[in-house]
């Protein structure tokens, strides 16, 4: 039989096809917008404001004298023009609103520029900014690393603090020996840091507070291999690398309690030979 007769015969069914899952989409979209209109009989709700531009951009504004304040759906502070879209939703971008049957190009892989503008929640809503000011300085002496080789995460150090002091504006005291640095460094010569000690305060008697942090030192390969070296780290300059932590302490004391427990801190350090030194800042 002719070849060309199999082409025109899956040419005929590919049409047929393609007219059915457009038969498809039409009438999947149509039975949302009857939906959403609350009957397939009844038209759209004008009362319902919420559909124009500006409400999928969150733009949160004062009710006007206009809108009947007895309607629930008004409360929320919604104020722009209805739009005359039957079954538009405005809270969604074109492209989301697309039947399940629509072909995605290669350059919609992602969201477009104005979908992430659109998707950032309540613009117009400011919130409290954070302050951070310095709140004490820390010094850590350490022991010689001890390697544990590679393992499944990265090159793991282990590093055992035999001590140290600090000071701030709500007390000071010694770092008591014991605590340590499981240390985790990647293929770049980054160190991940995670550390736990404890304070001991010079009051009589004192207290203790526990003490962990955890964060990055980074920087160029070169920089990072003159850290690892305790008699080289003195020669490095802290601003050529970035030693940056979160820290977090508690405290059973009541004499500490309150200015310690559910505090935030961020910290700026150092290398310093056979000792860790750092700023940390509060969070408030």
Same mark, same amino acid.
């Given at each position: 039989m002719d070849p060309s007769f199999y082409r025109n015969l899956t040419?005929?069914?590919n049409k047929e096809a393609d007219q059915a899952a457009q038969t498809t989409a039409q009438e999947w979209q149509a039975d949302r917008m009857n939906q959403s209109s609350g009957s397939k009989n009844v038209g759209p709700d004008?009362?319902?404001t919420v559909y124009s531009p500006d409400a999928s951009r969150g733009n949160l504004r004062v009710v006007e004298d206009n809108v009947n304040d007895s309607d629930p759906r008004m409360r929320v502070g919604w104020a722009s023009e209805p739009s005359n879209k039957i079954g538009e939703m405005g809270w969604m971008s074109t492209r989301d609103q697309q039947p399940l049957v629509w072909s995605m190009g290669d350059d919609e892989a992602t969201p477009r520029a104005t979908d992430q503008v659109s998707h950032y929640?309540? =613009?117009d809503l400011s919130l409290p900014h954070p302050s951070l000011h310095l709140d004490f300085r820390m010094a850590v002496t350490l022991n010689p690393r001890i390697s544990l080789g590679p393992t499944p995460f990265g090159h793991r150090n282990w590093i055992s603090f035999t001590g140290g002091r600090w000071s701030g504006s709500w007390g000071s005291g010694t770092v008591l020996p014991g605590g340590q640095d499981s240390q985790l460094i990647i293929g770049d010569g980054s160190a991940h840091l995670q550390t736990n000690y404890i304070l001991q305060t010079y009051d009589n008697p004192p207290?203790?507070?526990v003490v962990k942090t955890h964060g990055w030192r980074t920087g160029p =390969?070169?920089?990072?291999a003159q850290l690892a070296d305790p008699?080289?780290?003195d020669k490095v300059d802290p601003n050529s690398y970035k030693f940056r932590l979160f820290i977090d302490m508690e405290t059973g004391d009541e004499r500490y309690r309150d200015k310690v427990n559910c505090g935030m801190w961020v910290g700026s350090g150092m290398r310093k030979g056979a000792e860790v030194i750092y700023d940390a800042y509060r969070l408030s």
């Open positions: 040419t005929f069914h004008t009362n319902w929640p309540y =613009p207290a203790h507070i =390969p070169e920089i990072l008699e080289m780290a």
